[in-house]
């Protein structure tokens, strides 16, 4: 109940007591018996009652009024309330908002800040980068100054080395010509060479064919003279056919060649001068190793890869000949154990008149162009030829063909 309710009630209480004063007192007047007195006072009852009712009725309209005209504004208050309600929590969200706006305005102040430092650092980076560039740029205009000069002393270098080339070439070109007068001339002393010591040769027979008119020193004298025009003569033959190799003039016979049979041939041609200085031989020779070769030139190969293994083999040595097919390839290896190549005997080795460091170790000769000989013929007959070796641990020289089935 609102206070305004008490109030009408408390009106109408109030009305309730003057109403029953006024019938007491009307009792009272009533029992005395004075008539006037108690038509007066009715009248002024009837009054008072009726101010009373009036009273009454505009207080039960006054209360309807208020009543209504306060549910109007309750209405609106309850509205207005619930308008502020609303309100406070959409405040009470955009706070939250806002408090998170906050907290991300501060860490993009403190991201901002730091992307301040990281700027004004690189800042700093970037002036002594570009402090740095302008250096390099003087330094590369200095370089630019320094390559104008020397493209300038290139050009004139080479100038110099065009004339030094032209010289060069016209002096290649005047040695290639005094290298085939000297090759021709060669060949014409080395077969004059090759008559008189043919006749030589057949003297020596005809005094040997007479030993009875002869002592036993002369005839010693006249065995040192046979071997050395042999030894001259075998030198000759090897001039001449290095000669006929360098002008193309070697004539090949292709064949299917059993090596097997061939180097056991060889081997058993050169067991006495092995023994002759306490050399053993070793064979490891495969059956039936064909490869389509020259007849002529393969023996001449393994004979001299033979005779160069004893001649540089120290005495009371063995050599190690290997044969067999490896491969597509037939390979022949012989082994010495003799004192072995330099590197630097490695670059000359197959070079024409070439002296490498081992020297023959039975006062044997050497022209310095058997190996030389030897690589051309094999290559003639589309093989390889190759060295291994080390300084005193002994040579091992290998040829290879293509293998035939």
């Not at 009373?52 to 505009?58: D, M």
């Amino acid at each position: 109940m609102t206070k305004f309710d008490q109030l009408v009630n408390d009106i109408k209480e109030n009305n309730a007591l003057v109403l029953d004063f006024l019938k007491k007192v009307d009792l009272i007047i009533s029992q005395s018996g004075n008539v006037q007195l108690t038509r007066l006072l009715q009248k002024e009852n009837r009054s008072i009652v009726r101010n009373i009712e009036s009273l009454e009725k505009k207080s039960d309209d006054f209360h309807t009024d208020f009543g209504v005209e306060l549910d109007k504004r309750t209405l609106r208050l309850k509205k207005r309330i619930e308008d502020l309600q609303r309100a406070k929590e959409s405040a009470i969200s955009d706070n939250i908002l806002l408090e998170y706006k906050k907290k991300d305005l501060q860490q993009l102040a403190a991201d901002l800040e730091e992307a301040y430092e990281e700027i004004s650092k690189q800042s700093k980076e970037l002036k002594s980068a570009h402090q740095q560039i302008l250096e390099k740029n003087q330094e590369m205009v200095q370089q630019r100054e320094m390559l104008l000069d020397q493209t300038d002393y290139l050009h004139e270098s080479n100038e110099t080395i065009t004339k030094m080339h032209e010289e060069v070439q016209r002096q290649k070109e005047e040695l290639l010509v005094l290298n085939n007068e000297k090759n021709n001339l060669i060949g014409i002393v080395a077969h004059d060479l090759k008559s008189p010591l043919n006749q030589i040769k057949g003297l020596i027979t005809l005094i040997k064919m007479t030993p009875q008119s002869l002592d036993e020193e002369t005839l010693g004298y006249i065995g040192m003279i046979e071997q050395s025009a042999g030894r001259l003569s075998n030198m000759i033959a090897k001039i001449l056919d290095v000669e006929a190799i360098e002008s193309k003039s070697i004539n090949l016979t292709i064949e299917k060649i059993n090596l097997s049979d061939m180097v056991h041939i060889i081997h058993e041609r050169f067991r006495q001068e092995a023994e002759q200085k306490n050399i053993t031989l070793h064979n490891a020779i495969e059956k039936d190793v064909v490869a389509e070769v020259d007849r002529s030139y393969v023996d001449q190969v393994f004979q001299n890869l033979f005779s160069n293994a004893i001649k540089f083999s120290p005495p009371n040595k063995k050599i190690f000949i290997n044969l067999g097919v490896r491969g597509e390839k037939t390979v022949f290896e012989i082994k010495d154990e003799g004192p072995g190549l330099t590197a630097d005997d490695k670059k000359m080795l197959f070079g024409k008149y070439q002296k490498l460091s081992a020297k023959p170790t039975g006062n044997e000769t050497s022209t310095g162009l058997g190996l030389s000989i030897v690589k051309k013929f094999v290559e003639s007959m589309k093989g390889e030829i190759w060295c291994e070796s080390e300084p005193g641990n002994g040579a091992s020289f290998f040829v290879a063909f293509t293998a035939i089935s």
